[in-house]
T-cell receptor, first 114, second 113 residues
């Protein structure tokens, strides 16, 4: 079974631009979560989608948004990029939630904002 | 509020030596506890989790952790490490009723020959 696939692996953008990251979950998984990883703040939860609905949201500004499609694939969008948005963005999928079905993480998209 | 504290940012250890990576949490309600490992340029992989029951939890790659409610700790241990265990290890908690993990800042385990 294929794992969680995130594309692209690397991105370089300039301040003020916007970016879209993609995540394809493991087949059959309906929950997709996004995390931001930076050296200073560590791993922080962005949001979770389940069956095309945002089910949970972290403390990030409105510039960060996401969506999930009917095939469970998810996209994350960041508008008006800032230097501080440089990070590794990790996507994780699970059957439903975290307790009974573990999170499976992708290898991440490394975003560099210049 | 809940937080997770990993007391050591780096732990150097020689191959075949035992290791303990420390994790403490604070929460006013019951939590579930997890340890994840991250190898270079990869995502996170679940090592083990504590949901309920026996406080000693065994995970993959020979790791185990013990939940201590009175000390609010969930330390990760391995009796004999290998070079291939070199990675970053994250402790995480999930508050009952929530769906998002709160991660500690990570501990970089460096296994030396």
């Amino acid at each position: 079974k294929a794992g969680v696939t995130q594309t692209p692996r690397y991105l370089i953008k300039t301040r003020g631009q916007q970016v879209t990251l993609s995540c394809s979950p493991i087949s059959g998984h309906r929950s997709v979560s996004w995390y931001q990883q930076t050296p200073g703040q560590g791993l922080q939860f962005l949001f979770e989608y389940f069956s095309e609905t945002q089910r949970n949201k972290g403390n990030f500004p409105g510039r960060f948004s996401g969506r999930q499609f009917s095939n469970s694939r998810s996209e994350m969008n960041v508008s008006t990029l800032e230097l501080g948005d440089s990070a590794l963005y990790l996507c994780a999928s699970s059957l439903d939630g975290i307790i009974d079905s573990p999170l499976h993480f992708g290898n991440g998209t490394r975003l560099t904002v210049t | 509020a809940q937080s997770v504290t990993q007391l050591d940012s780096q732990v150097p250890v020689f191959e075949e030596a035992p290791v303990e990576l420390r994790c403490n949490y604070s929460s006013s309600v019951s939590v579930y506890l997890f340890w994840y490992v991250q190898y270079p340029n990869q995502g996170l992989q679940l090592l083990l989790k504590y949901l309920s029951g026996s406080t000693l939890v065994k995970g993959i790659n020979g790791f185990e952790a013990e939940f201590n409610k009175s000390q609010t700790s969930f330390h990760l241990r391995k009796p004999s490490v290998h070079i291939s265990d070199t990675a970053e290890y994250f402790c995480a908690v999930l508050k009952q009723g929530r769906r998002a993990l709160t991660f500690g800042s990570g501990t970089r385990l460096q296994v030396q020959p």
